[in-house]
Every structure is written in C-alpha cells, then in structure tokens.
C-alpha cells in the first residue's frame, strides 16, 4: 500500500514490500538529484530536467568532460534539442561511452529513465526498456547495419567505432540502467533479462538508482575511522616541531591489516589474537582518501613484487625491502613504555595503500607466512590541513604517479588560479570546484591542460586520448614556468570555439541527415586546434597574447580543411590495402600528424 506522510521536514512516500520491510523515498534525495540538475540546465543552457540528467549521470559515474558527455549522449530527444529537424530512432541506447583506457576496453551502453514527480519515485523501472535493450544489444552482435538503417545519426557513428573496436579487440559490454526512482526491474522482468545476457560473454548489467546517485554525490562527507596499533618491543621514536608530531615505529603486518579493515570492533582490539578472523572481513577503502593513489589489484610490477616478497621464504625481510606506511591523525596518544599501544584518532593512510592490498591479498593467499613480517610505520599526527596534504603528496614515491588531485595543490596551480580570478574566471584546480558558477567563466583545469597540450605543446594526439599525461609525465611541460593565465585564456577560448564549430556542423549534419560527410569532425578538435596555432604563427601573429583571439579563430576554416585532406589521404590508403576507415582510430594513431606535416611542407594551397 502506498503511504505519503510528513514528520517535522522530512516527507517521504513509502512502500510496504511485506514481512515488515518499507522502502522510503525521501525528499531530500529528491531535492538533492533536481537541485543539481537545475544547475546543470542554467550552465548548459538545457531546457528539459531530462538532458540535464544525462549530464549529472555520465560526470558521476565516469567522470567526463561536458563535450565528452555531449559526444556520448544518442537519444533521439536530445538531439532534437540541437536541431529541429533531427530523425531517426535511438533503440533505447539513451548514451554509449567507450572506454579505452580499459584493458580490455569496455563499451558502456545507457538507458535512461527519469521522472519528475515524487510521487513516481516507487515505480519499477519500465521493463518495456528491457526489449528495447535487447533487441539492440542483438543487432549490435549480428553486425548488420541494415537493422540499423532507421537509428539515428550520432547512434550510427557509435555503432560503427564499436564494430571497428571488435575487428581489433575483445571488448567487455556492460549495459547500464539508470534512473532517479528507487527500483529496478520487477524480480521476474530481472531475471528475464539476466537469463538473455548470460548468452553474452564479456558482458554484465548495471543498475543507477536514486540511492546510487545520492551516495556518489555526497561521497566527499569523509568517515571517521580511529584504531589502535600496538608497537613491537621498543622500537618506536617520537619528534614533535610546531604543528606537527611524528611517531615512527615498527609494527606487525597483521596488526596493520586489522586497523585497516571494515570492522570498528577489530579496529580498537589491539589484543587480538586469532588474525584468521580478517580473512572475513574486507579493507575499509575509505581509510585510503586521502592517498593521492587507488590501488590497482596487481596491476604495477611494484604491487605484484610486495605480494611476492609476502609469501616468499624471504617474508622476515620484508621491513628491509619496503618503504613502510606513512598515516595522518587528528591525535595519537601511547602509554610510555616497552610495546605500546598507540591510539589513532581520524587516520588516514596517506602513502602504503599499494603496500596494505597487496598484503592482505597475500594473506588471504597464505597466512602462515606472515608470522615474522613486520612494516615500519611513520604516524603524523596534525590539524593543518595543507601540512597533511604536503605529507601525502612528499611521502609518495614507491609507485611515481603524479596525479590532477596531487597537482590541485601545486603552487603554480594556485597562482593560475588567483591570476585568472582578476580576469573574470573561475579556474577549477580541482574538478567540480565551481559547478555553480556558468560554463562561460568556468575553466576546468584539465580541459585547460588539454587546449595547452594540444595548442602549445603541439601535441593533439596526447591531448585527445591520453590525458592522463597532463598531470603526470607531462606535468612540466603543460604547466611550464613560462605559462601564465594569459595563455591558458587564449588556448581555451580557441578550444571552445573549435567545439562550437563542431556544435553547429553536429546541428546541421541531423537536420540534413548528412552526418557521415564531415563526421571526422567528431574526432578532430584537438588537431584542428592545434593547426589554428601553426597557421596563426606563420603568419606572424603573436599566439601568447589573447588579444589576438579573433585572429587565430579566423584560422579555423583552413585548418579543417587540412584536416578534411589527412582524412582523404587516410581513406585512400585503407582502400587499396582493403581494410575499412574508421575515424576513431584514424585520430588515435600517428598517421594524422604525418600526414598533416607533409600537407604544410608541401604549401599545400586550401
């Protein structure tokens, strides 16, 4: 029966679902989710909660950039937003993202349902969806374009960068169902579904639901976690300077893993005595949030050789061939004498998150070994936030990945920032930093790194498909000395005007139903931008000076069309070698830039 009751603020609609269990759904989470979208509406200039929807999903779950998840989106609805004429069927595929820094790469496919009524929140999700899916996922396998001849255009191209990616590889499918209401399919209408997908290798279905998305969005609420450790012997050593004190001592690898693991009881018994009991429980991730690091199971040689060392019969070694933990703590206290028992308060594990895994892993493996592995363990406790952070980023040195969360504090972050603030801008060193404010002011700093690498550095290719390098390897080289707001400024707006360009040619290719003529256009942004630098430069144009904007965009129709001969060039090539032409690949190998080098060596006349 359903229920709609207030009590004192909070007015939830509930649902008896038998044997005493009530699902609720909460007004707050309701606010929360359309609070967010309507924000989203006013900085994209959306007009329906729908196509915002679309937006909060895809930056949720797999963190894209706003063209990144306009790229992504097939709906037929939302792409009738962008032109007046747009045609075609989108088969239930509301986005399709491909993810290539997957191994193997995973193409994600979404359906979406949302609803603007609370009192709808109950509902099921509409297993209509789930034939729809299907019949997809179905054709998709078959590889027949012709079942697809009524799909719309933007679904097409994503059709075919899919078929291209399965004449290469193996790619996993997962096939996501997201929705602001609280339930999924029916039991039965579930079951249907999973019992179609299990014909299917490599691919699995998801659900996003209001609880999901709730949970991610106020993921940043941090968890208190406090513990006990016990030092081994006397081997422990205390200095304290100002605003910080350092403990430094050796512990047992089991009693490490028992701080560290989901359960607050095992976490305060520092006279535990049978440790099998942690192969029941899981580690807490959230005592990891601070580390500038996730930790990838068995992924890098480093984890694998800490896991190996575990179980090797050089496990007594261990303390000689690892760097140890380094933790943050609001306070430490300890009773002075032989073997201590310290007491951690708000701790987190700011440098050994790789070390931690990858011993519990070899734990689970084989406990016995670990009778004799001890690790040191260096403790700050501190309430300066900076100072914490500066630890974290300092002590991290066993896997050297510099990451964007590392690099947000970095003081030429921070300059860029204050600089670009006397310009009008709001300069996100971290991401979402200043999701209230319009796109128009807003640079994200990755985005920001990615005009800079693809316009100044001359590196398209990088700056598409392996931004990763921004706030890594390239780190340096992106934000170099030399870079100030000036620059960063001009590189973005003739990115965004590239993107509006693509925009308007995207708009005008579904009234037409001419997608596939220019469709490399897709693809091509980063190289255009960069070519608009080449051809601004050779004609003596001063490109770190944004008073001359206008001039560098003006440069846009000749780039393009360089870009439109690379892509001739290309087919050209794969016809008499008979393989197909695909634009996703094309831009992700070195052929363009080959290509486009000979077209300016030769003065070839656009």
Known sequence: MLYVFKANILISLVISKGCGEVMKASRQDFSLINTRLKQLMEIHDIEHF??????????????????????????????????????????GIDAIYIDDNSAPPIVHLLNFKYTSKFDNLLSHYPSREIDKVLSFFHDLMSEGMDSFENANSALRDKINDIWKLMDSDTPSFRIHFCSNSYNAFEESEKKRIDSKICNYSNTSVEYHLMPDLVEIMTHKSKTIISGKIKAIDKKFFEKSEGDIRALILEVDAKDLLRIVCDDEGLRNDAALEDYEVLKTRKILEEAFEDNVRVYLTQRSKI?????????????????YFNNGIT????????????APIVTLEDAQVVNGSQTIHALFEAFLKDSS?????QVLCRIYETTN?????????????QNPVKSRDIRSNDYVQKKLEVELLSKG?????????????????????????QALMSFYNKLPAEAKDKKRLIFAEKYEDVFCDSITSEEIVLSYTCYQFVEKMKKKWRREAISTGE????????????????????????????????????TIEACYEKAARIVEK???????????TGETYSNRLFFKSARPKKYISQLIDDKYEF
Not at 64 to 87: C, G, K, P, R
Not at 425 to 449: L, N
Request: with cysteine; charged share 30%; aromatic share 12%.
């Open 303 to 319: 984890n694998k050789n800490i896991r190996k060392t575990a179980l090797s019969e050089s496990s007594h070694r261990f303390f």
């Open 369 to 373: 070994k670990f009778d004799h592995i």
């Open 425 to 449: 801008f709001y300069y996100e060193r971290k991401r979402g930093q200043h999701r209230d404010k319009k796109g128009g002011v807003r640079i994200d700093a990755e985005k920001a790194g």
């Open 515 to 550: 997608f596939d003529q220019k469709s490399y256009l897709m693809h091509a942004s980063y190289y255009i931008l960069s070519l608009m630098r080449v051809l601004a430069e050779g004609d003596g144009v001063d490109i770190r000076s944004s008073d001359h904007v206008r």
């Open 566 to 576: 690379a892509v001739e060039k290309e087919v050209d090539r794969v016809k008499n």
């Open 385 to 397: 936030a900076v100072l914490s952070s500066e630890i974290a980023e300092n002590t991290n040195s």
């Open 50 to 91: 729908q196509n915002a929807f679309y937006y909060l999903v895809l930056e949720l779950l797999f963190d894209l950039q706003d063209d990144e998840i306009d790229n992504a989106v097939t709906d037929s609805f939302y792409l009738s937003m962008a032109s007046n004429n747009a045609s075609g069927h989108d088969r």
């Open 327 to 338: 933790i943050t703590c609001r306070k430490f206290s300890y009773p002075n004498y032989r």
